[in-house]
């Protein structure tokens, strides 16, 4: 999985202390609700927040089903554990019968960001009396970013089990474009005895703080939407440990690593395998290999321009360094079939471990062939390769981690776990262009085991991403430095959920003399790193919950 970090940018005690209406159950219920305003740029924003939210139930078991908000009948939460509202628009106006069921019940009610003025601010429902906190309004950026002022701040910090949680922000003063989610709900809590703030958020620019997540009794209300520009040390992480509380099912303390090596096919250094699985076994670190079975130079971009295929049968490095990782204890992840497209840029040079092969990502859309029968196929060319020369593959990862919401679906039926981070669309068949309800991509990253997703996969973890060195003269698309010490300080951030995982990625490739990189030796620090935190090491066949 090449350029990961490009694509994905993406109070413990007090919560003890009050015990979760929702009893530990094998099966819990939840229903989430989300606006979908018909017609505009955003209706269907809300529901990719809650296939993540779904996503998310899936390492609880919970049975979830997802409403937009204006389908929403009187009494239906009743039938329910937890209702979520995800409010993703603005003064989306809810049905009365919504806002009288989340005012009255005694079920467990998450509400996320917009829209909670029309509890607060409605004297009809005595919203302050009854909750014990007040509704004070909407908090954005300080002030309009410039290029004199280019961080004008706001609430981005969510202070969390003694760790800062610092939201995303990136401003584009040629443009004058911010990239962030800076809108907060600002609460007040007027009852103590109803009310505690769970989660603080503060304004460092003005040195204000907020509750970022408060607590009534069976209510909760989140600050903002936590699911927006996600990554390893965003306010998102401090939401998928709060969950536990949320939902009332709390999972014991469990720390486990995991470390794969990355795009493995026919032209790998056998020596560079031999060194990193050799090192691991020592020290070991169980482990695993994303191998590519065929390797397609299509448009012969590494080859003098004629195009040049390996087959595994014929893969001589490849085949020698699966055989020596397997017997260091290594197990094999199938990483695509060919790992690119046709014979075509997609977008990079039409090679394997290069480009996409299940998403034209020049096009933003499922390749043409892009169907259940035309994804199988190559699924099970794939693992035929593989099994036909005696390896047995325990997971599943998609090129790039991004394909068709079919190729998902296909491949949760063909392999029994999948090994990574996962996009996820608002239809199976998206329109991602337009401007009035245009489909939705987000992706996703998970701290712990999903037993199953949206699509119907089991998705263990990859969490908290890949060293990388800026190479842009010798290859222009690699540009940025991602340290060892990013990994484990990502692996520091990930313990604050009480079962999360640290697992990360290597490419074998950084250990070539002629890059001029330090691969192994950061490689060994990220591994003892991650060591030193208290993390197990463990084999992805290891994981069962």
């Not at 590519?292 to 049968?313: E, F, H, K, R, T």
Request: charged fraction near 15%.
């Amino acid at each position: 999985m090449n350029r990961l970090m490009r694509i994905f940018l993406c109070a413990a005690s007090l919560l003890m202390a009050f015990a979760a209406p929702v009893q530990a159950q094998a099966v819990p219920k939840v229903l989430v609700v989300y606006d979908a305003p018909p017609g505009t740029e955003f209706e269907k924003l809300g529901m990719g927040y809650g296939i993540m939210l779904k996503n998310l139930m899936g390492h609880f078991n919970a049975q979830t089903d997802l409403l937009p908000v204006h389908q929403y009948t009187a009494g239906k939460m009743a039938g329910y554990d937890a209702t979520f509202y995800m409010g993703a628009y603005y003064d989306n106006q809810l049905p009365p019968a919504f806002l009288g069921d989340a005012m009255a019940t005694q079920k467990t009610m998450v509400w996320f960001k917009y829209n909670l003025w029309q509890l607060a601010w409605n004297a009809a429902y005595n919203f302050q009396a009854n909750k014990g906190f007040g509704f004070n309004g909407l908090r954005g950026l300080n002030a309009a970013p410039s290029s004199s002022n280019p961080r004008p701040g706001f609430f981005d910090t969510v202070s969390y089990k003694s760790l800062n949680f610092v939201k995303y922000y990136e401003y584009d003063a040629a443009r004058n474009v911010v990239a962030a989610d800076p809108d907060i709900g600002v609460t007040g809590i007027t009852d103590p005895a109803r009310a505690q703030a769970v989660v603080t958020v503060s304004n460092p620019k003005t040195g204000e703080a907020a509750p970022y997540i408060v607590r009534s009794g069976n209510f909760w209300y989140v600050a903002d939407m936590p699911f927006s520009y996600i990554g390893p040390r965003d306010r998102y992480i401090v939401m998928t440990d709060i969950l536990h509380d949320m939902l009332g099912i709390n999972h014991a303390q469990n720390h486990r690593a995991m470390i794969r090596l990355e795009d493995v096919g026919a032209l790998v250094s056998v020596d560079a395998m031999t060194k990193l699985s050799d090192h691991l076994h020592a020290k070991k670190i169980p482990f695993s290999v994303a191998a590519i079975p065929y390797y397609v130079d299509s448009l012969g971009a590494y080859n003098g321009g004629v195009p040049q295929y390996v087959p595994l049968s014929r893969a001589t490095n490849l085949r020698r360094s699966l055989d020596h990782a397997v017997s260091r204890g290594g197990e094999i992840v199938m990483h695509g079939y060919t790992h690119q497209y046709g014979k075509q840029k997609n977008p990079h040079t039409g090679v394997s471990g290069d480009d996409y092969e299940f998403w034209d990502i020049v096009a933003n859309t499922p390749v043409p062939e892009d169907s259940v029968q035309w994804v199988s196929n190559r699924l099970q060319s794939g693992l035929n390769d593989l099994r036909n020369h005696g390896y047995n593959v325990v997971a599943w990862e998609a090129p790039h981690y991004h394909a068709s919401a079919i190729t998902s679906k296909t491949a949760a039926g063909m392999f029994p776990t999948t090994y990574q981070r996962v996009v996820y669309f608002t239809a199976d068949k998206p329109n991602l262009a337009g401007t009035r309800s245009k489909d939705f991509a987000v992706g996703q990253i998970f701290p712990y085991l999903i037993h199953k997703d949206h699509y119907g996969q089991r998705v263990l973890p990859e969490s908290i991403g890949n060293i990388e060195y800026d190479i842009r003269h010798i290859d222009p698309t690699s540009y940025y430095n991602y340290t060892w010490q990013d990994i484990v300080t990502n692996a520091q951030y990930g313990k604050v959920v009480r079962d999360g995982f640290a697992s990360f990625f290597f490419h074998p490739f950084w250990l070539e003399p002629e890059l001029g990189v330090p691969g192994f030796e950061d490689f060994k620090k990220a591994l003892d790193g991650i060591t030193q935190l208290g993390y197990t090491w463990v084999a992805p066949s290891a994981v069962k919950n």
